[in-house]
Every structure is written in C-alpha cells, then in structure tokens.
C-alpha cells in the first residue's frame, strides 16, 4: 500500500500496528509492515506496487514520521 493509502487506513483506526523489518530480498535494506484490525499485514509500496526498501532504520522511520504514527516496532529478529 501506499502511503497515501496507509494514511487513509490510520485516519479510520485500522492500522493495530507499524512494524519496521530487514528486508526479505535485499541486504542491508529495511521495510515497513502495517498489520490492520482485521490481522492482514501489508507493506509500504512505491507508486508502482513495488515494496518500498530503506537504506536504514531512521530512513524508515522518516518516511512514515509525516503520518503522526506514535509507536513503532523494530523487528530484529531477521537482522
């Protein structure tokens, strides 16, 4: 989803939670999870439905900073 998508989706309360992890398929890079009420996780997408990779946590974190999301949890599981 995209972030205009994701802000729709957090104005109507269906984001239960924000999650940053390491990217699956590229190393080094990280992306955002968002799990809706409904338990479906979806990532954060490009314009173009391509899964958005970040070179780093706090760029991460800036991408999504506009959306006022107050909580955020950091997956290290997978690092």
Known sequence: MTLSE???LLSSNDITKVIVTPAPVARNKWNILFERKNEQ???LTATRANIRNFASIDSAVDAIKPLGVST???DWSKA
């Open 6 to 8: 994701i802000e729709l």
């Open 41 to 43: 996780v979806v990532p």
């Open 72 to 74: 955020i949890t950091v």
